[in-house]
């Protein structure tokens, strides 16, 4: 299991996911709990610690992976994957407020499809990788 701050992620997320929100003009209804996953936490890590050394930020890497490929190379393997990316925040509070007011940011962390989750934070780079 990831540290604190992961499993800090963890818990805001389902907190989240149990209560259910709005997403844009859209009613999300409470939807089942994540579980951790250290393969999607690798891959989140992966492209924290890339976003930060390379000095981008977007969800295909100047070397063109994308998620599916990093979460695979981390050893992930379900068949679907999501990913939500943050830069400039200094703590979970921050990033997840951005998340849930940018629609397709919230609508990630609340698809009933993924039931597994990793994130990382790294110098101001946030990555939270959904998985099933």
Not at 19 to 45: E, F, H, Q
Request: charged residues 20%; hydrophobic residues 35%; glycine residues 12%.
């Amino acid at each position: 299991m990831g540290g604190r701050v992961e499993l800090s992620m963890l818990d805001s997320v389902n907190k989240l996911r149990s209560k259910g929100c709005r997403c844009g003009t859209d009613t999300m209804i409470p939807v089942k709990a994540l579980t951790w996953n250290n393969y999607l936490s690798d891959a989140a890590k992966a492209h924290a610690v890339d976003m930060y050394n390379n000095n981008y930020f977007d969800h295909i890497s100047p070397s063109g992976t994308s998620p599916i490929q990093r979460a695979i190379a981390a050893g992930y393997i379900g068949q679907y994957i999501g990913e939500n990316i943050g830069k400039g925040y200094g703590n979970i509070g921050d990033v997840m407020r951005a998340w849930k007011n940018s629609e397709d940011h919230c609508k990630a962390m609340m698809d009933p499809l993924y039931i597994e989750i990793g994130a990382y934070s790294y110098n101001g780079y946030w990555v939270q990788e959904f998985g099933h």
